[in-house]
């Protein structure tokens, strides 16, 4: 009567969850169809509703970049470490788009999955992550600009180019941990929709986005040492302008804090997860 | 065969055993489950952020206050390979949180489940579909969140598109299907999950009749592949073509597992029971700003023609402010919903500040014969009473139509129709 189907297949333990908890590895690799799905079904719907998709990605990091120029580089005039103030800007943005696009694109997801999550089982942090996918499209065409513009302004970075995809990734994570975070506070506290993109604006302009770290004033310097994401920008002018390498506690740190941004968004979320299932 | 091996499975309650080896292990085999809820009181649980800070600044000390419900309790069943089990039990009973459990939508508060397989869900149709994606776009979403791989869901994809009847607008957006085709194509993608288990809650209810037959062949196919269904269901008329064993909860609680005819039988005896119990007005759901004082109908007996008459009283209560309304349900033996009749949809609002004798007046449709009985619920913004089985009636008997025939002539159908022929 058993069909042999039935019997090569794994038996599943269903057990009451223990207090804190990480997603199995094993069951976030069974569903990775569904983070592609969903990555998919994202990019699908961003340049297929959006008549003006496609150019906005391009358009979109070049008008800031271009604003900054205009306001820090010739209205303050401000430093920019001895690269064009367009590209350092450009480069700057490309950067933080990384981390505040999937933080403001994963805070969302879930209550707007809600009806999916309460019908269907898959592991639930799946869907503020797979808003990563997204952000990896618009990431390339950055990147595709950026490249055009380090080859026209005839800037060589060297080796430590090969870096660069790290430090887009410990974005990414950094990104991701607060994301995840605030798509589960989300689900219970409304405001935190309002709250999350001042924070992140506030965050954009006290990091050494549009500005270089040589243009702050001595007595705030302290506030930018302690700030990871200032770390993580060092590190991409370094490996993408060519700009002085920073300091190895700060290359470390940076990895350090975004994998435990990471993490703890993750272990945020599980927590909370159980909770709004069962808080009704 | 599966009845006779589902009904030796009874263990209701009884300790837990060792594991199984994987080889002759049941499908699925469940050991003391049990699952609570916990429901924040009223007003006692920050809506904002900010709200739940200054709480926690202001009482650092404070824990919030639950009231704890069990939804299951101590459930304890082993479900043989390639059978069709039906989960049967009034509103509350449990069905649904087993089956989230079960499908891993919600997790166990205790007890242990073991599954021999992938557990497929068609909780409700259509999850996951997105209106702006076309067809063959849904097909693939669809199917990758119901636990299908890429590779099955090629395999299959020819067979899904033949069974849903959607060939021709598979490019076509699914906002610009009709609901049929929608449900159609939803069903069509859950029904060829290859998962080992499968979790069903209701959905057969949706559908003209003769998807509904294909929709009940579908899932006699799965079960005689020797895979395993999960049923939950009221329509005891799916239960009873569908499944070949089923069984009974009451308040969480694991009754009878067995036969299909033993678990309705319980299943059906229970409205009067539950009846009985909800004459007590204080253990009745709802708020309690205001309930049914009585409940009784103008006779106990009608013809299927009659107008059926539910007079109800509702005391006034001076501390209860804006304007209610009323609801009932009439529910056949099957426990199926013949009408609901919102007193909104005939513009009726009751005055909280008097006492209420009221009416409701049932014209059609004619019913047929049998025993109905009447859930009354009395809302404002949130549910204040709701009081199922508040009444029962009996309608005799006989034909409504001037002429007879042999019982063929007017057996199918759930109400009379009031119809004439022309030529």
Known sequence: MTSSTTAEARRIVISAPGRFRLPAPR???????????????????????????????????????????????????????????????????????????????????????SALVSKVFFPRVLVPLSTACSVVVDLAVSLVMAVGLLFAYGINPGWAVLTAPVWLLMLMLLGAGLGVAASALMVRYRDVGYILPFALQALLYISPIAYALSAVPAKYEIFYQVNPLSWLLQCVRWSLLGQPMPPWWQIGGSVAASVGAFLLGVLVFEQLEREFADVI | MSTSRAGTSRRVGSPPEPTAPATGAPAVSVRNLSKTYRIARAGDRPATAAEAVLRRARHPLQRQSYDVMHALEDVTFDIPWGSAVGIVGRNGAGKSTLLKILTRITAPSGGRIELGGRVGSLLEIGTGFHPELTGRENIYLNGTLLGMRRKEIQRRFDEIVEFSGVEKFLETQVKRYSSGMYIRLAFAVAAHLETEILAIDEVLAVGDVEFQNKCIAKMRDVARDGRTVLYVSHQIQTVKALCSSAMYLEAGRLVEMGSVDRAIELYTSSFAQAAQQQLDAGRRP????????????????????????????????ASSIGQYFVSAHVNNEDGVVIAQCDSRLVGRWFDPGEEVRGRLTLRAPWLKPGRYTVDLYLCKTGILDAWEGSCTFTVLPVLPYPDAASADGSEKGVVFGDFVYDS
């Open chain 1, 27 to 113: 069951t976030l690799w069974e569903a990775r169809e569904v983070l592609w799905r969903f990555g998919l079904r994202d990019i699908t719907l961003r340049y297929r509703q959006t008549f003006l998709g496609v150019i906005w990605v391009v358009l979109q990091p070049a008008l800031t970049a271009g604003i900054f120029t205009l306001v820090f580089g010739k209205v303050a005039n401000l430093d920019s470490g001895g690269v064009p103030y367009f590209v350092f800007s450009f480069v700057g943005m490309t950067a933080w788009n990384v981390f505040n696009g999937v933080a403001t694109r994963a805070a969302p997801s879930l209550v707007a999955n």
């Open chain 2, 286 to 317: 709802g708020t309690g700003e205001l309930r049914f004082a009585s409940a009784q109908p103008s006779k106990e007996v009608y013809r299927p023609d009659d107008d059926k008459v539910i007079e109800f009283a509702i005391p006034g209560s």
